[in-house]
Every structure is written in C-alpha cells, then in structure tokens.
C-alpha cells in the first residue's frame, strides 16, 4: 500500500470496549447505553480505540470494531430475513455450541450498515484506516438456516449484501476492507467448492485493498482446547493459502505468535501482503518489542520484507484495556526496531 513505511504495524479488528459502554473482557456483552446516548459513547469510544492505536504507533487503524457487539452479530443484526428474537443452540465451527439467530426468509440489507461509522472514522484519523466485515461462510456458520437450505446458495446471497456494502465504505475512504473469516480453518472442502469463490464475489470490482482475516479464534476456553487437539505441527493453512494465493484478494491475515503454525507456510502466500500475527490474544503477557521483532525475522525467511505488516494474532476484544494498550505499544515498538534494523 502507497504511503507506508516499511513494516506497517496494523491489527485484525477489535479492541475491548470501555467499561461504561459494555462489560469489559467478555464477548457478546450486551451494551450498557441506549438510543442517542448510546450512539455517542460509541463514538467516544471509537476516539479512544484510536488514541490507543496511534500511540502505539499503529499505521493502518480500525475503529476497533466499538459499534459492533459482536463481529458477526454485529453485521446479521441490521439484516432482514434473520429472526433475532428466537435463538437456536447449534455448534458453530464444529467446536462449541452458541445461541444464535436463525435464517427464516431471504436475507435483504435494507439499508447501508457502516456508512456513518465510516464517516466518522474517515474524519477521526488521518491514518490508512482498515474496515473488517464478517466473511460469508463465517456468517453462514454463526446462524441456523431455516430457508435456504444450502450453505453455498445462503453465502452467495451473503457476499453479495457484502460486496454492496463494502463497495460503499471504499468509496467512503476506507483503505483496507478486511473480511474475517475464521471458519476457512475448520471446512477445507467448503473453502474449496464454495468458500473462497463467495470470498471473492464480495471483494468483486472494489478499488480500495481487501484482506482476510483467518485465525484460530480469540482466546476463549472452547478454542484453547481445540487447540490442544491440533497437534505439534497446525498445517490447516496449508489448505487454503494456496487457493487463495490464486484468488484477487490483497492480503491476508494469519495467526503466528506463540502458535504451532510452522512457518512456511506462509511462503504459500506469494504475491500477496501478509499480515504477521505477532501478538499472542489468548494471553495477558505482554510482549516485548524484541519479541515482536523476533517473529518478524522468522518471517522474513519466507516473506518478502515489503510485503509484511507486523500485526495481531486475533481480535484483542476479550483483554483489558490495559493490556490491549501494553500489546499494541510493543507491536508498534517492535517494528519500529525492525525498520532500525533493515536500514
Ligand atoms: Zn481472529
């Protein structure tokens, strides 16, 4: 991206929320304002998420996902078609069971979702702002369909409420539409049939950059104990990485720090941006700025250095405020040494 220093310290999305907004260090916590007010305290929260990217010397920022409940949620909520009222308990990602909403008629966006958000972000920061939308099947797979009776035909209409959607925020200004889509590390047959053609019907004809966003999920219990299941050697990106080094997508973002993901992996990435995960979200340790460098020189065996940008492992939506901050500002400061480094 044009008018980046090497190096381009970023992150996967969210940030936790102040503790008068929402409870702090929970998913899914119900907001603690309404109406006007609010929609006031998200902005000053969205404020506050950037003073604390930008202090921690972040290039490419987020609103820290602070308009939204939750990543997914957040998103189906403004849909029609979606029964939110009565919730169905199914296992999502093929791991734990949810509450979630059920698909009861043809899925419609009434109207634009984030445009005033990303007004409001476009204005709060002269820093290259990144937009993160849920992916299509990550949406597809944190609902109960009772209509369509297919996950494909259900993600297609998905992507293309997405690709509206993000053709409005990049003509807004945003630099970056980032689509999550953790689901790509738990369905490989899906992300091959369906998954990443969906993937690209919703980036399709965008003139800003796009990225995925792909991880093994926030540092809840369910997922570290998947995790434990995974084995020495986690090769599920091998899976994906080469199909979506075919595809049109800009960048995408993976897990690294503290994981088992060998590293050479991400050699299957050629010509594409990638975004390091070097700061671990399923621990409070902070890490060090030498730490964050040290990921960053073993990635540098397999991506090129104009091609890498420092960032999160996952959203940081579950730590403190306070350890959010400290992690940022080590990402930031590490690489800042890298840049030193490199010159
Ligand atoms: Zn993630």
Redesign the pocket.
């Known amino acids: 991206m044009k008018g980046l220093p090497l190096f381009p310290a970023t992150l996967?999305g969210s940030l936790p929320k102040p503790s008068w907004l929402a409870e702090p260090e929970k998913l899914w916590a119900p907001w603690k304002l309404e109406g006007e007010q609010l929609q006031e305290g998200q902005r000053d929260a969205v404020r506050l998420a950037l003073d604390m990217q930008e202090k921690g010397g972040l290039d490419v920022v987020s609103d820290g996902e602070q308009t939204r409940k939750h990543f997914v949620n957040g998103y189906m909520e403004k849909l029609e078609g979606i029964d939110f009222a009565n919730l169905k308990t199914v296992r999502i990602r093929n791991r734990y069971d949810a509450n979630v909403p059920r698909v009861v008629g043809p899925v419609v966006r009434p109207k634009p979702v984030h445009s005033e958000d990303v007004k409001f972000l476009r204005a709060a920061t002269t820093k290259k702002i990144k937009f993160t939308l849920p992916g299509p099947m990550t949406m597809v797979d944190t609902l109960y369909d009772e209509h369509y009776g297919s996950r494909e035909k259900l993600a297609m209409a998905f992507a293309g409420i997405l690709n509206q959607e993000a053709r409005e925020l990049a003509a807004l200004g945003v630099d970056v539409i980032q689509f999550?889509e953790?689901a790509f590390n738990v369905y490989f047959d899906e992300v091959r049939e369906w998954g990443v053609a969906a993937l690209e019907k919703a980036r399709a004809g965008l003139t800003c950059m796009t990225a995925v966003?792909i991880?093994y999920?926030?540092g809840i219990e369910a997922n570290i104990k998947w995790k434990e299941t995974l084995g020495d050697e986690w090769r599920q990106y091998e899976q994906t990485f080469p199909l979506l080094a075919k595809s049109s997508i800009d960048q995408v973002s993976l897990e690294c720090a503290n994981s088992h993901v060998p590293l050479e992996l991400m050699g299957l990435l050629q010509g594409k941006d990638v975004l390091v995960g070097c700061i671990d979200v399923a621990s409070t340790r902070v890490e060090t700025p030498e730490d964050v460098a040290n990921v960053i020189r073993a990635a540098l065996k397999y991506v090129p250095k104009d091609r890498l940008y420092p960032c999160t492992?996952?959203?940081l939506v579950p730590l403190s405020r306070d350890v959010a901050r400290a992690k940022l500002k080590a990402l930031g400061d590490g690489a800042a040494l890298m840049r030193k480094e490199m010159v």
Do not use: K, M, T, V
């Open positions: 996967a999550d953790p966003h991880c999920g926030y492992n996952c959203g």
